[in-house]
């Protein structure tokens, strides 16, 4: 599975906590299936282009 997430913005966005190593691997399983599941919604809507509304 290719890296969906930026590492280093994802610690920006928390540099209030501390992240552990295996939050980044869960956090890219979480987008890869949300860009799946909009994608999916595209499809049957007959649409090639996936939008805010797929989310």
């Known amino acids: ?3 969906l997430i930026v590492k ?5 966005a928390l540099s209030d906590h501390n992240v552990s190593a ?3 691997d ?4 979480e987008v890869a299936e949300l860009l799946d599941d909009a994608a ?3 499809e049957a ?3 090639k282009t996936v ?3 797929d989310l």
Do not use: G, H, I, T
């Not at 280093?8 to 920006?12: E, I, M, Q, R």
């Not at 869960?26 to 399983?29: F, G, I, P, S």
């Open 40 to 42: 999916e919604r595209a």
């Open 22 to 24: 295996n939050f980044y």
């Open 26 to 29: 869960a956090l890219n399983e």
């Open 8 to 12: 280093a913005a994802v610690k920006d």
């Open 1 to 3: 599975m290719s890296d």
């Open 45 to 47: 809507n007959d649409r």
């Open 51 to 53: 939008q805010p509304r």
